[in-house]
């Protein structure tokens, strides 16, 4: 499975929708929401995502 592999190496794949779609449940954020911590960050390693988005919490 891809997405096996993919969260096994640690990277989060967001070429496809399909693997956005995982990575941004699996974060628990929107799609936008994961493609803006991967510009901001400048790295797909789910570490640095997941830091990113913890320290980054949008309150509503």
Same mark, same amino acid.
């Given at each position: 499975m891809k997405f096996a592999a993919s969260r096994k190496n640690k990277i989060v794949d967001v070429a496809e929708e399909k693997s956005r779609s995982y990575w941004a449940a699996l974060l628990g954020v929107s799609v *936008?929401?994961?493609?803006?911590?991967?510009?901001? &960050?400048?790295? /797909? *390693?789910?570490?640095v995502?997941?830091?990113?988005? &913890?320290?980054? /919490?949008?309150h509503s």
């Open positions: *936008e929401r994961l493609k803006s911590a991967v510009r901001a &960050t400048r790295s /797909v *390693e789910y570490p995502i997941k830091a990113y988005l &913890t320290d980054h /919490v949008q």
